[in-house]
Nanobody, 119 residues
Framework: QVQLVESGGGLVQAGGSLRLSCAYSGIIFRINAMGWYRQAPGKQRELVAT???????NYADSVKGRFTISRDNTKKTVYLQMNTLKPEDTAVYYCYTDTTNWAGRREYWGQGTQVTVSS
């Protein structure tokens, strides 16, 4: 089993910044993908930014140039630095991973952290 614990959400004014953290634990043989999704009220969950094998990254067009995904393997933590936040970035942000261990290949989600951007 893999556990993901997010932190760092909160309320911020438009133009401000937040950094989300996702600490992961458990037995992992290989991380196939890891990153962040978000879900706004009444909308489907959407990709924000992910690592896609090795050091490859993938960003939603709406956050390119404003958000940066990074990781610290020694701390087993993935970060999402969010700058120049907009009200439309308001959502619950979820940490996600696609991993392989002795149980096979599975997807895991964190519990989510609320980000609210006021105008």
């Amino acid at each position: 089993q893999v556990q993901l614990v997010e932190s760092g959400g909160g309320l911020v004014q438009a133009g401000g910044s937040l950094r989300l953290s996702c600490a992961y634990s458990g037995i992992i043989f290989r991380i196939n993908a890891m990153g962040w999704y978000r879900q706004a009220p009444g909308k489907q969950r959407e990709l924000v930014a992910t690592f896609t094998g090795g050091d490859g990254t993938n960003y939603a067009d709406s956050v390119k140039g404003r958000f940066t995904i990074s990781r610290d393997n020694t701390k087993k933590t993935v970060y999402l630095q969010m700058n120049t936040l907009k009200p439309e970035d308001t959502a619950v942000y979820y940490c996600y991973t696609d991993t392989t261990n002795w149980a096979g290949r599975r997807e895991y989600w964190g519990q989510g952290t609320q980000v609210t951007v006021s105008s």
